[in-house]
């Protein structure tokens, strides 16, 4: 069974009006476990679009989404939000940390939905920062920091309730070429760790990378070869 398995996926906003458009039109896709995959792709593609779906931040107007042999295409809200806390890990391209906050406490947030002990808690951070190369700034509040260290900061959050999915949108389109490719170290932890990865770009640099195991190319709302 794969460990995603998508099947006749549409997405169509403003339905019955005049500026009804599909986002995504008659999407078919199987993620094996631990596989690394690109989706590449103009602005406008439906890279995101379906990137969302798969996260359980939207609902598809029809198709199925498999993840793990469920449905998430069908779940109720609250059962939505329990999948994307516990198995998804999201790294956007706006970061979406909380600038008031420090490093510690950004990372920290999605385990304050847990009953861990703290001893847990401090492990699981712990963990994430040094994955991410960022504990040597845990005490610094977020506004602070550099455009690289927000992400790693961000990758960090991404990865500490230990999302065996992680989905990344755009995860360089704000950083620079050196910080874009100690992105790419991190995502070769990533397929260490066997975690399975779908990241949307259209930036060059994750062409013809050792650690990526197949290129999806997106138009317009559709696979195209």
């Known amino acids: 069974m794969s460990k995603i398995a998508i099947t006749n996926l549409n997405k169509l906003y403003n339905p019955n009006k005049p500026n009804a458009f599909y986002a995504l039109k008659n999407i078919n896709l199987s993620i094996e476990e631990a596989e690394v995959v690109i989706l590449k792709g103009v602005s406008g ?38 999948y994307r806390h516990k198995e998804i890990g999201f790294i956007f391209q706006s970061f979406n940390l909380l600038e008031g906050l420090s490093v510690y406490q950004n990372i920290l947030a999605p385990l304050s939905l847990t009953s861990l002990s703290k001893e847990a808690i401090n492990e699981k951070v712990s963990r994430a920062m040094s994955l991410a190369n960022i504990e040597h700034k845990q005490h610094q509040t977020v506004g602070s920091l550099s455009g690289g260290e927000r992400q790693r900061c961000a990758i960090a959050r991404a990865v500490v309730m230990e999302p065996e999915i992680i989905l990344a949108d755009e995860p360089t389109a704000n950083l620079d070429k050196e910080n874009s490719l100690m992105f790419i170290d991190i995502l070769k932890k990533f397929k260490a760790l ?28 559709e696979f195209v070869e």
Do not use: W
């Open 45 to 82: 593609s439906g890279k995101s679009t379906l990137l969302s779906l798969i996260g359980g931040l939207a609902k598809p107007s029809s198709g199925e989404i498999l993840v793990n042999g469920q449905n998430i295409a069908k779940l109720p809200d609250i059962m939505s939000s329990s």
């Open 194 to 221: 066997h975690k399975t990865v779908i990241i949307a770009t259209h930036d060059t640099l994750f062409d013809d990378q050792n650690c990526i195991d197949r290129y999806v190319h997106m138009r317009d709302g």
